[in-house]
């Protein structure tokens, strides 16, 4: 059955440093997607980057990336040189051909980025 | 272009009330999804629709609740009568046909029953 599961509820981190916020994932499709979004406190969804399980490399956007390790089933979210705008929620996401077209959303991760 | 758009951004209302959300996707995208948001029970799928057709409304809590998509640019959730538990934000969100696409999500309507 599908699962995404983020074990961090909050997690804080010093301005300009770097943080990892931690997703597994459970499917038995051999083919799936993978979303991470951040929710700040104005409460929009933003899609920030994706990665594919066929993907050979790991997904880069700016400041995120994302750290896929297939066999382990996880998708950590990397984001570099946090800044004060970073603070927000974070949710990991996954999209396979068993769960159709429904996503479905890990419970997120709070952080918190200190001055 | 216009993302994905929703009316209105807040509502106020009595409990026993209809409530009528509204969403218009991006053009182009055959999917359209409905979440609902609470601190409780976090972002759940209420029901989904591709090309117009209701395909999962397994998330819908109850009777109250009805959604439609009468044409490619319009999709409504409609509440009644409304109860204070309701409150909560709505999500509407779009994506094209494949399993990769993105799935990009509106404002929101955040819902306030009293």
């Known amino acids: 059955a599908q699962k995404i599961t983020q074990t961090q509820p909050g997690m804080f981190v010093q301005e300009k440093e770097a943080v990892t916020l931690d997703c597994t994932y459970d499917t038995s499709d051999p083919s799936y997607g993978l979303f991470w979004y951040k929710q700040p406190s104005s409460g929009e969804m933003i899609f920030l980057i994706y990665q594919g399980s066929y993907d050979q490399q790991n997904a880069t956007e700016g400041r995120y990336s994302l750290n896929f390790q297939k066999a382990r089933k996880s998708a950590n979210l990397v984001i570099s040189a946090s800044q004060l705008g970073d603070s927000a929620m974070y949710f990991c996401?996954?999209?396979?051909?068993?769960?159709?077209?429904?996503?479905?959303f890990g419970a997120g991760t709070r952080l918190f980025v200190k001055a | 272009d216009a993302g994905v758009i929703q009316s209105p951004r807040h509502e106020v209302t009595e409990m026993g009330q209809e409530v009528t959300l509204r969403c218009k996707p991006i053009s182009g995208h055959d999917y359209l999804f409905w979440y609902r948001q609470t601190m409780m029970r976090g972002l759940e799928l209420l029901i989904y629709?591709?090309?117009?057709?209701?395909?999962?409304d397994s998330g819908m809590p109850e009777d109250r609740f009805s959604a439609k998509m009468p044409n490619a640019s319009f999709s409504t959730l409609k509440i009644q009568p409304s109860e204070p538990r309701d409150s909560a934000v709505y999500f509407c969100?779009?994506?094209?046909?494949?399993?990769?696409?993105?799935?990009?999500f509106g404002p929101g309507t955040r819902l306030t029953v009293l």
């Open positions: 969100a779009s994506t094209q046909g494949l399993i990769t696409d993105t799935q990009y």
């Open positions: 629709f591709n090309n117009n057709v209701p395909i999962d």
């Open positions: 996401a996954m999209r396979d051909y068993t769960g159709g077209f429904k996503t479905i």
